[in-house]
């Protein structure tokens, strides 16, 4: 393994950091302590800080030599509201927010680069450090987008990394074409007149709508999907009724979709819209289908995923960077990023870790021996990236 021998001088500088930012959770756009702190820290290394872009974001710019090439690297930075489980001395300390997910480190990996790079400056051109807010399910990424970031740090490319539970510390996944699922969050009412249990004649039950609703729309991945294709309509609340003897009037379905092309993604939906006229009309109830746009897929760029499969294979070893992954269903929103750009999303092993292979677990933590490996990771990026002509 090939780590920077300055950054490895940094392991108890950078473990400090990390663990101080896990100590001091913050939700989606409340990341005001850790903006500060990540602001601070920039400007005392001498890189250009820009604060409050798409709220609580950061954005460092850091330039060497007269390039003018552009890349931007992404760290975010929210909590979950998520009560850790964990009592080691830099467990949570407030209360129902943890880092649950890793962006504790992603953050402090960042920031060990950007340290890296501007006692150095051994590049050619302009790198931009991304501190992004509200990644978990708020959008944050569209926020910093519509705050006008491509226009005031042009960058031509853009990377992304994620810690990744169950794999191997050391190993680095990297994909091309789609590596993370769109998502979208879905609601349903169905409604129409209740009674009393013992006369269901005398009513329209939309609870056995709603159960009708939930096995047909099954249907879309098992078959309206090409096999080969990847789609997933979970149902995962049905509310209705508050008594033994009692038909309610009025069923609440709620739950995501999953899909890791566009074209499914949209197809997903002309389905249910289908299903649900169908559902009702056979079952004389009336139906409400609501979407809620959450992230579009994840999609690596082939030519930007080969160049990171260069870096982490000179890293740690071509036989430790799983190339091809299969991509997850989960959902990232950095995926905003690259429909503007082209670019890669990796995945950094963070070993079994504390809370076995799971993150959003309460007992998650990330793995500090990857604070040094992943700000290596960065830094060779933009090294090779940026290479003097």
């Not at 962006?103 to 790198?127: I, K, N, P, S, W």
Request: hydrophobic fraction near 40%; aromatic fraction near 8%; glycine fraction near 12%.
């Amino acid at each position: 393994m090939q780590i920077i021998p300055a950054i490895a001088e940094r392991q108890t500088a950078l473990t400090e950091i990390r663990r101080d930012f896990h100590a001091h959770p913050e939700l989606a756009f409340e990341e005001t302590r850790t903006a500060a702190r990540v602001a601070r820290l920039l400007a005392g290394w001498g890189v250009e800080v820009h604060e409050g872009i798409g709220g609580t974001g950061v954005v460092g710019v850091l330039r060497a030599g007269r390039s003018e090439r552009v890349i931007g690297l992404r760290a975010d930075m929210d909590a979950l509201p998520i009560t850790e489980a964990n009592t080691f001395e830099h467990s949570s300390r407030t209360s129902g927010c943890m880092h649950a997910c890793g962006h504790d480190g992603h953050t402090t990996m960042l920031l060990g680069a950007a340290e890296y790079l501007a006692a150095t400056r051994q590049f050619d051109g302009t790198v931009v450090f991304v501190f992004q807010p509200a990644e978990e399910g708020r959008g944050g990424a569209s926020a910093m987008i519509a705050d006008g970031f491509f226009e005031r740090f042009p960058v031509q490319s853009i990377y992304g990394m994620h810690n990744w539970p169950g794999m191997a510390f050391g190993r680095f996944g990297i994909t091309p074409g789609p590596v993370m699922a769109g998502t979208d969050r879905f609601d349903i009412n169905v409604e129409r007149h209740g009674g009393h249990a013992a006369m269901p004649h005398l009513t329209v039950d939309p609870v056995v709508a709603g159960a009708a609703l939930v096995g047909a729309l099954q249907t879309i991945s098992a078959r309206n999907t090409d096999p080969l294709d990847a789609a997933v309509v979970s149902v995962t609340c049905f509310s209705a009724g508050d008594t033994y003897n009692v038909i309610p009037a009025r069923a609440m379905l709620s739950g995501t979709t999953r899909a890791l092309r566009p074209e499914v993604r949209e197809a997903t939906w002309e389905r249910m819209h289908a299903i649900c006229a169908g559902v009702g009309s056979a079952y004389g109830v009336g139906i409400v289908l609501k979407r809620m746009d959450g992230y579009p897929p994840t999609v690596n760029t082939p030519h930007e995923a080969g160049l990171c499969r260069e870096v982490a294979s000179a890293l740690v070893g071509a036989e430790h960077v799983d190339w091809g992954l299969r991509p997850s269903m989960g959902a990232e929103d950095f995926s905003h990023f690259l429909e503007h750009r082209p670019g890669c999303y990796v995945w950094l092993g963070n070993g079994p870790g504390e809370g076995g292979c799971t993150l959003h677990n309460p007992h998650y933590d990330f793995n500090d021996a990857n604070l040094l490996l992943g700000a290596s990771y960065w830094a060779r990026l933009t090294e090779h990236l940026l290479a003097p002509a």
